[in-house]
């Protein structure tokens, strides 16, 4: 026990020895960039590096210290006021309350003596007790209370990697970082996220996986600020959310892991893991290239320009000189999943016949078709400022389309029930036969059908004739207002009821129309065209007594 103050004093004299001869370091050269580098080339700088040297992938000698090094000047020029203070007085000049930029053979550093310096040490992954100069005691002595006395601050700052003590701005930065990620559980999963056509970055972690974990959580900041408005972004506990991480099967284990919540594959969402070097631009690529893929790339030379009744939902084109999909319309193709149908072409010029025909007059451009077969030029001669505003902009382009395309819809629809109600015409079988063509009715009109298509046909055909006034003479002699009938008959059920007018029952014909009297047992067979006009004047005939009727062979039956 007596031995333990000059132990200490031993220790705290090396300590001192040690930063009095550590070396000035010029930040600028640690991190490889000129003194006029933009904020971005120090942090791409920053982040290339601190890849290289980082202890977990880096074993040699050396390394931590470098690594340390590198921390401490992208600390001073990731901070506006720091990289002023240091480029007027210098490494060595530093001004009234200045000490300058060191690092000492422990990775540590000291900037500054107005009670804002930071200290780092490099934790070797152990518990907190065998840190180097990490550890909250040493021989019973608080060595926080010890480093503020000599540097102003304490050591046990989380820095950039977990291990490293880093500046004010840096834990600044990952409180802001932190809060734009969204801490996803498996509620927000399955209301958010599960098949919801958003591409989602996703950080899945364990608080025990501390080490390195500020800069996953930097880059998919700044991935999501790249793509922002393409990609959403959010971190899963899987201490806290087991039971999520292992419905996924993407639990961190001993190492942090980063995922693409991904619809390249097929329409369903699936998770692909991201296994490259964790550099944003690198992050970046691999979300663009999961980004949906719901839009079919056609050629104009090949693609019906017109309105398509057999498509589930309404159409949209983009068109563009792009060689490939753009970014942004793959992004909507995903947030507009199942409420359009998305197409995409190039075209080189507007010149190019197929644009013409379309109406477009500057690239690119959207054009969209309403249910009624109407074509619209939603915008042309798009201009992007950056992919959120397009993307926001584009979203209210579409949803103003959607609600008018609901709108004709709707109408339509009402307007097909009324059109098919009227369309629809008795079909005469034995047991209706007296009441739709018996002795009673002067002039039945019989369309025979052998499929569904004909039936169709006959009935649309038939409905219109039977509006015109020309069919609503008055019938004197029977009382009637309408001295026609309009029925039709399923030639393939009542072969018999043909066979009185024709010895083969018109087999050879899909669709029949015949005029029947059958108080005088005569009839008249139509053979011209199947369109309103001929039918009409057949018709007309009929009535005004211009065509001849035939006797029929037999009395016609119905079963």
């Not at 210290?65 to 490494?91: C, H």
């Not at 065998?130 to 926080?144: C, E, K």
């Not at 980004?291 to 104009?300: H, I, K, N």
């Not at 939902?313 to 793959?330: A, G, N, Q």
Request: overall charge positive; hydrophobic content about 35%.
């Amino acid at each position: 026990m007596k031995t333990r103050p000059p132990l200490l004093f031993a220790f705290l004299l090396t300590l001192l020895v040690l930063h009095a001869e550590a070396k000035s370091i010029d930040p600028y050269k640690v991190l490889g960039v000129e003194k006029s580098a933009s904020q971005r080339e120090v942090q791409k700088a920053f982040h290339k590096l601190s890849l290289k040297y980082h202890p977990d992938k880096n074993k040699s000698k050396g390394a931590q210290e470098r690594f340390a090094e590198i921390n401490n000047a992208y600390d001073i020029l990731s901070d506006e006021e720091k990289r002023k203070n240091y480029d007027m007085y210098g490494d060595e000049k530093a001004g009234p309350g200045q000490s300058g930029f060191t690092s000492g053979p422990g990775g540590w550093q000291h900037m500054g003596g107005d009670g804002s310096s930071q200290t780092f040490s490099f934790s070797f992954g152990g518990p907190s007790g065998s840190r180097f100069f990490g550890g909250s005691s040493f021989f019973g002595f608080d060595y926080n209370d010890i480093f503020s006395s000599f540097f102003g601050g304490g050591m046990n700052h989380q820095g950039p990697f977990g291990g490293f003590s880093g500046s004010s701005r840096s834990q600044s930065q990952s409180r802001n970082s932190r809060k734009s990620i969204r801490a996803i559980s498996s509620d927000v999963f399955k209301k958010e996220i599960s098949d919801k056509g958003m591409t989602w970055l996703l950080l899945s972690y364990t608080p025990a996986l501390q080490q390195g974990k500020q800069h996953y959580e930097s880059i998919i900041d700044e991935v999501a600020g790249l793509l922002q408005g393409a990609i959403k972004v959010g971190r899963i506990n899987c201490e806290t959310e087991y039971s999520l991480c292992k419905d996924l099967g993407k639990h961190p284990g001993r190492a942090l892991r980063l995922f693409v919540y991904s619809y390249k594959r097929n329409k369903k969402g699936t998770l692909e893991e991201y296994k490259g070097d964790l550099v944003a631009k690198n992050v970046k690529t691999f979300c663009q290239d999961h980004l949906p893929r719901f839009s079919r790339r056609v050629s104009l030379n090949h693609f019906d320009l017109s309105s398509s009744n057999l498509e589930k939902y309404p159409r949209v084109i983009l068109l563009s000189t792009k060689k490939d999909t753009p970014v942004i319309w793959r992004a909507l193709s995903g947030l507009y999943y199942r409420r359009f149908s998305f197409y995409d072409a190039e075209v080189h010029d507007v010149s190019e016949p197929a644009a013409k025909q379309l109406g477009v007059d500057a690239l690119p451009a959207i054009i969209g078709w309403l249910p009624n077969g109407e074509r619209h030029i939603l915008k042309s001669g798009i201009s992007v400022k950056d992919l959120k505003s397009a993307i926001k902009d584009l979203s209210l382009l579409l949803d103003s389309f959607e609600k008018k395309n609901k709108k004709v819809a709707s109408s339509q629809a009402s307007k097909n029930q009324t059109d098919s109600a009227q369309r629809k015409l008795p079909l005469l079988t034995a047991s209706n036969s007296d009441a739709l063509c018996g002795d009673k009715t002067p002039v039945c009109i019989i369309g025979a059908f052998r499929s569904s298509r004909a039936r169709e046909k006959l009935e649309s055909l038939l409905s219109k004739v039977s509006q015109k006034s020309l069919t609503r003479r008055p019938n004197v002699a029977s009382g009637s207002r309408d001295s026609v009938s309009y029925i039709v008959l399923d030639a393939t059920k009542q072969p018999l009821f043909l066979w009185a007018f024709d010895k083969s029952g018109y087999k050879s014909s899909d669709n029949i129309l015949v005029a029947f009297k059958p108080r005088k047992g005569k009839f008249a067979a139509f053979s011209g065209d199947m369109t309103v006009e001929e039918i009409e004047k057949f018709i007309s005939s009929v009535l005004n007594g211009d065509i001849q009727f035939t006797k029929t062979k037999q009395k016609p039956v119905l079963k």
